[in-house]
């Protein structure tokens, strides 16, 4: 038995009771009919959530990571030129599935804790007229930082490329706008925001990123992540082709998740994470703790803190874990030991959460000083 | 909420209480320490049920169809030949990740319903001694057929090429002993024969292929099934380098779902497998029912049985889902409307089980003669 935590990492947060139990009920076979419409109910609800009307919107029957490859597996073909901003662990890898793809990466480097400049994009794309797609991550989990993905989105629009935008840590805890905001191809993960455990990766691709799909020269390199293959097995109302098993009892979990998010409403949610965001931020403020990212730009549901000179960063996290059963952070790649990155995601994103890790950081500080 | 089925078709199988219980555990950080013990003590249960030895065994953070593109995407390089027997459906999956990883499969035929004979695939062998791999499926799903998994595996190792091996219905089943056999590189699933639910992969590769795997000239074309990156994510004691997040709850069902089959032993769980399947067979013998596999060549796990004539195959289906609440499957590919698939894997393998199915059978067809 694993002891119960309080989960204000990067992800997974807490999982509520309720979706827990979605999760434990009994397993139906993936074909079943009645699992059938459950599977159209799980697509609908993500529709809800991405606030699109993209009829390929579904759950990839793995995580975030899968879903990123998702995206670039079908969109880009060998010789495709892609504009990928990185400022963060999870710009670095859409370079590296670029690569993969056998597609050329204009890698655009912004610094970590800065957003996209939208303004740089430009020139990039102004400068590449033949590039395929621009992507970039919306809420980048390894710094805290929001960009602008309504503005970068509408720069792939403006320069007839596809957007791929990395929503994992955005989905559900900050405004995101699909439609409206004219986004091609977007995934997510479930541990985060929606607070259902990870091993899912919901994505939406409109009719001009499918499109793309289906005029390919090639299949994409990955049979598991074919779109047109998906499609066909979660493809609303006609009669299913089998492609792989779903995660039958993972879905549940989701589907109970989603329901959730929706009765609580989804700007309600985005409020809620807003709103324990700015008690968290000052009572951070009072301990004389910093932010890695400008106010302007933070996302309410990862904060990423300075860690202050003379502390044993991994001390605290220990201190916390082992005292507390309390979960945060630590820093990835360039910011590992310096940062701790608190999570206000889904579930644990309440007042409760907020008192509890600021009076466990005030002693686990306080106890790990040199 | 969706109903309570008896699974007693292709996967997945029953879940006990046990294991959706262990699901609903609360979810923990996939970095805690905690875990990272348990993610070991998955894999030395993995290694159990596999019977090896080899450091490389992990669950593949989503499902079978993912496993086997993990070997194919792993294992070969553009231009590599690679043998692939092809007995139902799982075999011609391999020949499409063949292809997508730019290999040059050489497909040999066998009628569905035979196993895999082993003197064409030694002749394919001779002919082609610069082939890199042999694949083939232990157990087809498709069509409730055995390949001798040991001769086979044999005869790669003879012709100096790594073997492929479909164990998704096989492993937990019946025999299969990795490390005897001389198996290079497989994978399975945890909906069959182990009883868990959906969602995950168990993998295992020996050193043969992990060398192969690191002495690539390029990087695999999946970001998210890179061997060398899941090594780094699973590699048990090391400090672990984050690559994706597990899909942490249906790790809890999976590592509950192998201390039970250990508990009962794994050579008994492939006695009890053996057992009732002969009940199954003898009763559906009395009915008058037919196989579509020569004893010898037998899945005592998935029976694949001709539908009479006159009888309507989707009615019958309909009638045991509807009526009893059981779920029996249908033929796939030039199979379907030809055959039922009735399973009898893990927790579906039990004396009331086989009693309630043949029952059932024999009313529905008597209700669903023309």
């Not at 730009?297 to 904060?303: D, G, I, K």
């Not at 630590?330 to 600021?358: F, N, Q, Y």
Request: aromatic share 6%.
């Amino acid at each position: 038995m694993l002891p119960q935590r309080i989960l204000m990492g990067p992800g997974p947060s807490d999982v509520s009771p309720e979706v827990l139990q979605a999760m434990a009920q009994p397993c139906i076979g993936h074909l079943d009919p009645e699992f059938v419409s459950f599977m159209d109910e799980v697509n609908t609800l993500l529709r809800k959530t991405f606030l699109t009307e993209n009829a390929v919107t579904l759950p990839i029957s793995a995580p975030g990571s899968a879903g990123m490859e998702c995206a670039f597996v079908n969109l880009l073909e060998a010789g495709d030129k892609v504009v990928i901003a990185i400022n963060g662990v999870f710009g670095m890898r859409m370079v590296e599935n670029a690569k993969r793809c056998g597609a050329v990466p204009i890698a655009l480097e912004f610094e970590w804790g800065t957003p996209v400049d939208p303004d740089k994009i430009e020139s990039a794309l102004k400068e590449n007229p033949d590039t395929v797609a621009l992507a970039f991550v919306h809420a980048e989990t390894s710094t805290g930082v929001r960009s602008d993905a309504q503005a970068l989105a509408a720069l792939a629009n403006k320069y007839n490329c596809l957007s791929i935008v990395d929503a994992v840590t955005s989905l559900g805890g900050i405004e995101l706008r699909v439609d409206d905001w004219g986004i091609d191809a977007i995934y997510s993960g479930t541990q985060k925001c929606l607070s259902a455990p990870p091993g899912l990766s919901p994505v939406s691709f409109n009719a001009a990123a499918m499109h793309r799909v289906k005029k390919r020269k090639h299949d994409p390199q990955s049979w598991f992540l074919d779109l047109n293959l998906l499609t066909g097995y979660w493809g609303a109302g006609a009669k299913r082709a089998y492609h792989h098993t779903a995660p039958v009892n993972t879905l549940y979990a989701l589907h109970a998740a989603l329901t959730q998010l929706h009765s609580e409403g989804l700007e309600n949610s985005w409020a809620r994470h807003a709103s324990n965001y700015a008690k968290l931020r000052d009572g951070l403020q009072q301990l004389g703790l910093e932010y890695v990212v400008d106010e302007e730009y933070r996302l309410p549901e990862l904060n990423a803190i300075k860690v202050p000179e003379g502390v044993n960063e991994a001390g605290v996290r220990s201190h916390l874990l082992e005292q507390h059963n309390l979960e945060i952070g630590a820093g990835l790649g360039p910011m590992a030991g310096k940062i701790w990155r608190i999570g206000l995601m889904g579930s644990s994103c309440t007042e409760r959460h907020v008192d509890l890790c600021l009076s466990a950081l005030a002693e686990g500080i306080e106890n790990n000083k040199s």
